[in-house]
């Protein structure tokens, strides 16, 4: 049996979304958050540095992800922008 291409996507988007709760998960057990407590996922982009994703929970605002980023570009070497994925505290 082969998915249709809906299908196929719709079940990647399943299993991204189980990806990004469970680095969540670590990133907040690690203490990898930011000074103003949003919590985040990287992975070495090179010898340039590393690529950010931020985790917004329902209490994370639009000033927290801002200030976040402010704090990502200024501390850390950021390859690229810097990716926002909504997930359940």
Request: aromatic share 14%; charged share 30%.
């Amino acid at each position: 049996m082969t998915l249709s291409n809906k299908e196929e996507v719709s079940f990647l988007m399943k299993e991204y979304r189980k990806f990004c709760q469970r680095e969540y998960r670590k990133a907040v057990k690690n203490g990898q958050v930011t000074r103003n407590g949003v919590a985040y996922f990287y992975f070495l982009a090179g010898m340039d540095g590393a690529s950010f994703t931020l985790f917004r929970t329902p209490s994370v605002t639009d000033e927290d992800i801002a200030k976040a980023k402010q704090w990502l570009y200024r501390d850390h070497d950021v390859v690229g922008n810097i990716k926002v994925e909504k997930v359940k505290s």
